[in-house]
Structure formats: C-alpha cells, structure tokens
C-alpha cells in the first residue's frame, strides 16, 4: 500500500556555521496543478530550473510557495570597484562644460569618487556549482520535511475517509431495506381507499388493477440501480485510498458521481424516511468531497 499525500504541508531547514547561512522553507495548499512561487535571493535565479525540477520530485499537486533565505559571512564576499568607463564620461562631460562656458574644471578625485556608481560595493561572485553544493543538501532536507508532513496529514484523510465511507454504506443499506415496505405500504393504502370508494357501490375491488397501479408506483420510486451504482462508486474510492499515490483527480470524480445518485434517489423518495436517510447520504457525500480536495 503506497502513502497518500496532503497537499497541505510544511518544511523548514537551516544550515548556519561560520562562512554561511542558508534557510529554507516551505508551504503549500491545496491546487488543481502544481503551483510553484520562488522568493529568493537574485544571485540564485540561475538555479530556477533545478529548483523547479527538484519539486516535481517530492510533489505531484498544490498551490506552493518556497523561501530561499542567504548570507554570506566571508571577508572576500564583497568588494569595492571603480567603474572606469562611468569615471572618464563623467571627466569627458565635465572638460565639454569647461570649454562652453569658460570655467575652470576643479573637480578632484574626492569629488568625482562621489559621482554615481563611479564607486560601488558588489558581492563577489561565488562559483555556481560551489554555491549549489551549499544550498542542495538544505533544500533537500526542506523537501523531505515537508513531504512528512503531507504524509502524515494524508495518512489523517485517508482513515477518515474510510469510515466514511463505511457510513454510506450502511445509509445505502438503509434504504434498500426501507424500499419494500414502502410499496407494500402504498399497495394498502391504494386498496384501502378503493374498498372505501366503492363500499356503497355493488363493484369489487379489481385485483388486477391495484397490481397494475402498484408497478407503475414501484417503478416510479425504484432506486435498485442507484444503490447498485453507489456501493460500486464506495468499493472504488475504498480501494484506491488502500492502494494510495496521487490519486485526489479520481477520488474528486467518484464523489461527484456519488452526489449525483444521491440526488436521483432523494428525488424518488416515496417516504419519509428514505427521504431523510438519502439526506443524510448527500452531507456524508459532502464531506467527502471536501476532503478529497485536499489529496494530492
């Protein structure tokens, strides 16, 4: 019996010594697709893509969202540079005014070091497989965290799911076993009154026709094909919650089709009983339906 996942779920990890710090977490709800959303630092939007195949590795479904957080403690992490190029226009435009408005040029070096990005303070840049060796054990360690918890909650649907659908059974049960007394209570109260209509009367009663009005009745109000179709749909979804994976599509399209015998026996209902008990079906139905939206 394979797992069967949330899509609801959590993980975090942080490595931290003296040269870095790396944190990284995890969150995601439930989603038709797989939604992924990246935040984290630019200097890390060349591993996207591994990222991105990373994911599909832990997740099949569900709306996510993962926090890259990173510092770099290193001395030779950062560095002063003069932008030459940027310098020398600066110089150029200065020496062009000189000679438009006849002025002297007593622009030094102090000033000029304060023009814009003439001075600038840039991180270095670390090797990329150097700073993926780094951040690939934590974003694992992430993942797998995350994926416990999906577990776990899954493992939380699927018990749930199972006794409710023992609870549907007995509903359908429940009305199997109501249907005869129901005919065999309208075939008594239809006698009863053609006995009473035609007491004054010299007729008999016409066996042959109370059958006849009987049949149309019980066909009207029969639902032996719809309790067939829903112990079918309740032995489908109990086997494929036992049989696990990523099975939250078909699980949401068996509870559709289980509302939809549900309805058609509520609208046949020929007592009040069978009434409530098909009621009670279509809550039960419900709840099942909310929370295989939430399996991946």
């Known amino acids: 019996m394979q797992f069967i996942n949330s899509m609801t779920g959590f993980g975090r990890r942080e490595l931290m010594d003296d040269e870095h710090r790396i944190m990284v977490e995890i969150k995601s709800v439930n989603h038709r697709y797989l939604d992924a959303t990246l935040k984290m630092p630019r200097r890390f939007n060349c591993f996207e893509a ?4 990373l994911l599909t590795e832990y997740m099949q479904r569900g709306k996510t969202e993962l926090y ?11 560095r002063l540079k003069y932008n030459k190029e940027l310098a020398a226009e600066y110089m150029e435009c200065l020496e062009r005014m000189t000679g438009d408005f006849g002025i ?5 070096t102090s000033v000029l070091s ?21 951040i690939d054990p934590v974003l694992r360690a992430a993942l797998s965290d995350f994926v416990d918890t999906r ?3 899954g493992d939380n649907l699927r018990t749930d799911l199972l006794f409710k659908l023992d609870h549907m059974e007995e509903l359908v049960g429940q009305i199997e076993s109501c249907s005869p007394s129901v005919i065999d209570q309208y075939r ?7 006995r009473e209509s035609l007491s004054d009367l010299s007729f008999d009663v016409d066996e042959g026709r109370i059958l006849t009005e009987v049949g149309i009745y019980a066909d009207r109000i029969c639902t032996d094909e719809e309790m067939v179709r829903l112990r079918s749909h309740i032995s489908s979804m109990r086997e494929k919650l036992k049989a696990g994976g990523a099975c939250g599509r078909e699980l949401d399209f068996i509870a559709q089709e289980m509302n939809r015998e549900a309805n058609t026996t509520l609208s046949k209902s020929g007592s ?5 008990t098909a009621i009670a079906l279509k809550s ?13």
Not at 104 to 108: A, L, Q, S, T, Y
Not at 272 to 276: A, F, Y
């Open 68 to 78: 890259i957080y990173y510092e770099d403690y290193t001395a030779g992490s950062r």
């Open 188 to 194: 008594e109260r239809l006698t009863a009154k053609l």
């Open 50 to 53: 591994r990222i991105r195949k």
């Open 284 to 296: 039960e139905i419900e709840k099942i339906r909310e929370q295989v939206q939430n399996i991946e």
């Open 272 to 276: 009040l009983k069978i009434s409530d």
């Open 104 to 108: 002297r040029n007593d622009v030094g």
């Open 114 to 134: 304060r023009f814009p990005d003439v001075l600038v303070m840039e991180e270095t840049a670390d090797d990329d497989e150097r700073l993926w060796e780094l």
């Open 151 to 153: 577990r776990r909650e």
